[in-house]
């Protein structure tokens, strides 16, 4: 089946994404208005930008009317956020900040999330996440669209400061069992990690031996 992406709408185009890009990790993102209201919401379109430095970057879709969202907002105004990992023991409440509260109005605590000082930033953490992320703004790309109403602000962080919790941390290392990730999958579906294998990577002289091999 070809399916031309500009013979559809963006709700069906949506959906094919959401559909075929999974499961999609989590980030709960806490930003803090001018006034100081704390804003907590979370975002599927969520990945790892750079690692020299530690960067990461959410997508934040814009409202009907080419409204930005708070989230977006927040950041632009006070150049920070931080990036909460969802796990299996606080994504129940993290969907319910998905609700569309008023601006003056704190999700987090309104769900009954702990907030917490960060270290380097003034936006306050979520003390429920196994792991944390102060973030600085990098920068805010309006995407898609067209220029005078983007569909998406693409938000890219520098981490200045993680936080993970105690028993996660070995050699290193997060474990993942610990951590429970949960991912974002179609609809209202979320999905954990469940089975996990390894593939060690290849140099080509064995792949070439292998080859060899096989035949």
């Not at 003390?127 to 992320?133: P, S």
């Not at 209202?188 to 031996?209: C, D, H, K, V």
């Amino acid at each position: 089946m070809q399916i031309d992406p500009q013979q559809q709408s963006q709700k069906e185009n949506y959906k094919l994404l959401i559909g075929s890009v999974l499961p999609r990790p989590i980030a709960f993102v806490t930003s803090r208005s001018g006034d100081g209201v704390v804003n907590a919401a979370p975002f599927s379109f969520f990945t790892v930008v750079s690692t020299n430095p530690p960067m990461v970057s959410i997508s934040v879709g814009r409202k009907p009317g080419n409204v930005q969202k708070d989230t977006t907002r927040n950041i632009d105004e006070t150049k920070e956020f931080v990036v909460h990992v969802v796990d299996g023991e606080n994504v129940e409440r993290v969907n319910q900040t998905a609700v569309d509260f008023p601006p003056d109005e704190s999700e987090a605590e309104a769900v009954g999330f702990d907030l917490v000082p960060s270290v380097k930033i003034q936006t306050p953490r979520i003390a429920q996440a196994k792991v944390q992320m102060e973030c600085v703004l990098d920068r805010i790309l309006p995407m898609g669209g067209t220029p005078d109403a983007p569909n998406t602000d693409l938000i890219i962080g520098q981490v200045v400061m993680f936080h993970v919790r105690d028993d996660l941390l070995k050699e290193g290392r997060i474990d993942t069992r610990l951590l429970d990730p949960i991912g974002r999958l179609a609809g209202t579906s979320y999905g954990t990690i469940g089975r996990t294998f390894s593939l060690p990577r290849l140099s080509y002289e064995e792949w070439q031996q292998r080859k060899r091999e096989r035949k």
